[in-house]
């Protein structure tokens, strides 16, 4: 795999190959450029590793644009509607690598030739996935074409990182449910063998909490034109409460990458053709409790596909107009399907500290719109409160002959041991924007181990 680092901040040139909607982002929008002009006409998957910016750092909002254009001639648009996904690869503490989706496309029909677009482009919020989004990051991107040849899309893929600090922070992303290929309306192959409950723990600190369901509907010439013509309820439950909603996108005609070949308007469930798709989100934070587990079910309306070839009763021409699956008209119904849970927590700076000579220095990430800084070392009682102002706002020396005098006025106890630290982000009038985590003098030798 090769590193690719690519980090630009913000460039009228840039602007030029994104939506209108990118022209309103702040100057202070740091830009990525992940896969660039990749070429892809097959359903092998492209990993690569990029380089983000550090996690020190602290977002607003992250979006993602996605680019996808013909080839130059002769080739050509794949003209066929394909599933496309990016997602983040990581591997867990068993060593078992993970795959988290965060982006789902559906390539448009046809688009080259008189007034088609020859080119489309989305704007994806992937916000909730900070805690994956940062320092060196390997993307697994995929089409699902085989046309091969000089066929196929040229796709790039850019982030935006806008500055800023969101009260909350997404902490932490959870797989639920994975399936690249779930059959639907079959009874000797339930779907519901495959949508197990999950216990899901809610660590101390979280303090929101969401279900996210990216699924899209596939197959058709099934009864009720399944999965992709048909309007299907999905449901979440989370403890005993329980969200529902209908697969089902209305609004294909409205679609800005258009107009396409093929029956690019029709309604369809979860999709629509030359499209991103959106997520199904669910607040569930009332549902959950810090500290503990919780089950979490998800459930699709009762269907049986009888248009299918282990159906004894299925009559070609008769019952359906064809009982075989031919690939062609006629495809088994299933769903694309991936949901996360994602949690919040209290968004933080990171204070860390190293012991020196003769005392100890702080230091931490700039909170975006800070004024100055209010250093608290406290034993019992808070006593120091200096206000920090450029050039130097991101850290402190604190002296031994400091806490000493600190711990004679509040009788603390033993200064090496018992003092601990926190900072506050505060704005012109003196109101706390935000605060750091705490640190405690444990470890003289090297880093003072910091803590929430």
Request: proline share 8%.
């Amino acid at each position: 795999m090769k590193l690719h680092a690519c980090v630009l901040v913000f460039a009228g040139v840039m602007l030029t190959v994104l939506p209108a909607s990118a022209s309103g982002l702040r100057p202070d929008t740091t830009w990525v450029v992940t896969f660039d002009h990749d070429f892809y006409n097959w359903a092998d998957p492209h990993i690569q590793t990029f380089q983000l910016p550090p996690d020190s750092l602290m977002w607003e909002k992250i979006l993602l644009y996605y680019k996808i254009q013909c080839p130059p001639l002769p080739g050509d648009c794949d003209p066929w509607d394909r599933l496309g996904h990016i997602r983040v690869v990581t591997t867990d503490t068993s060593g078992t690598e993970v795959h988290t989706e965060i982006a789902r496309i559906v390539t448009p029909y046809d688009i080259t030739g008189g007034t088609r677009p020859d080119s489309c482009i989305w704007e994806l919020d992937v916000s909730d996935y900070e805690s994956l989004l940062h320092d060196s990051v390997t993307l697994r991107h995929q089409i699902t074409t085989w046309i091969g040849g000089n066929k196929g899309w040229i796709v790039t893929v850019t982030f935006a990182f806008i500055s800023g600090a969101t009260p909350l922070e997404p902490f932490q992303v959870t797989n639920l449910w994975t399936h690249e290929y779930l059959v639907f309306g079959d009874p000797d192959n339930p779907i519901e063998s495959f949508l197990q409950p999950v216990a899901a723990p809610i660590p101390p600190e979280a303090q929101g909490a969401k279900v996210r369901a990216i699924t899209t509907g596939h197959g058709q010439g099934n009864t009720g034109n399944a999965a992709e013509f048909s309007n299907k309820w999905h449901e979440v439950s989370v403890g005993a409460e329980v969200y529902s909603h209908n697969l089902w996108r209305n609004d294909c005609n409205l679609n800005e990458c258009s107009p396409q070949g093929g029956t690019w308007t029709y309604a369809r469930a979860g999709w629509c053709p030359g499209d991103k798709v959106i997520p199904w989100d669910v607040d569930v934070w009332h549902a959950v409790t810090p500290g503990t587990s919780v089950s979490i079910d998800y459930n699709i309306q009762p269907y049986i596909n009888y248009c299918r070839p282990t159906n004894p009763d299925c009559r070609d021409g008769v019952t359906c107009t064809d009982c075989d699956y031919n690939y062609t008209g006629h495809t088994e119904p299933n769903y694309c399907l991936h949901a996360q849970l994602i949690l919040y927590r209290e968004r933080m700076m990171h204070l860390s500290g190293t012991r020196s000579a003769n005392g100890v220095l702080l230091s931490w990430p700039a909170w975006p719109g800070a004024a100055a800084y209010w250093v608290f070392g406290e034993a019992n009682t808070p006593y120091f409160e200096p206000v920090l102002t450029p050039p130097h706002p991101n850290r402190l020396a604190v002296l031994d002959s400091d806490v000493t005098n600190w711990d004679a006025i509040g009788g603390a106890g033993d200064p090496l041991n018992n003092w601990t630290y926190v900072v506050y982000a505060v704005d012109d009038a003196g109101l706390v924007l935000g605060k750091s985590t705490r640190v405690g003098e444990h470890d003289f030798a090297g880093e003072i181990p910091g803590g929430r």
